[in-house]
């Protein structure tokens, strides 16, 4: 959890503030599909760095809040290579994370099958994008109401 953290200050004040919004929506997202997860046993955690927290709570609000500001700095703007960069990443923590947070007794997936958890984060990673864009054409123009 705290090792993506570390990495913030090299991602520079005007990307955080960029997408910062996005990467919290998608959190959000992911928090409540949590709930969902848990009641029809799609994975489950079977131990809990917090015990009172969800199992997901490291990897949500490490990994994912931080890892999704790096992505949408290197790669927004260019859709194709959004898609590709969170294809890998995605195809990385699906098989070989979850497999070794599944060798070491912390994690597993039991109603879902490899496949259908990429399909689940790739529309994930649709709606991430899908909020930058709204949100940069919400700014773009209201500054341009402000200049007027």
Same mark, same amino acid.
């Given at each position: 959890m705290l090792v993506p953290w570390l990495s913030v200050p090299f991602l520079g004040k005007k990307a955080i503030k960029r997408f910062f919004a996005a990467s919290l929506f998608i959190c959000v997202l992911i928090r409540l599909e949590s709930y969902i997860a848990e009641k029809r046993r799609w994975w489950w *955690?079977?131990?809990? +760095? *917090? #015990?009172? %927290?969800? =199992?997901?709570? #490291? @990897? @949500?609000? =490490?990994?994912? /809040? !931080? =890892?999704s500001i790096w992505i949408l700095k290197y790669t927004y703007g260019h859709f194709f290579k959004y898609l590709v960069v969170n294809f890998f990443?995605?195809?990385?923590? !699906? *098989? #070989?994370?979850?497999?070794? @947070?599944?060798? /070491? =007794? /912390? *994690?597993?997936y039991v109603r879902l099958s490899h496949p259908r958890v990429m399909i689940i984060f790739f529309l994930k990673s649709i +709606?991430?994008? %899908?909020f930058q864009f709204v949100k940069e054409g919400c700014t773009s123009h209201n500054e341009i109401k402000q200049k007027s």
């Open positions: *955690f079977y131990d809990r +760095l *917090f #015990p009172k %927290a969800r =199992g997901e709570t #490291p @990897l @949500l609000w =490490g990994q994912f /809040l !931080i =890892g990443t995605d195809l990385f923590f !699906i *098989f #070989p994370f979850s497999n070794f @947070l599944k060798r /070491l =007794g /912390l *994690f597993s +709606l991430l994008y %899908a």
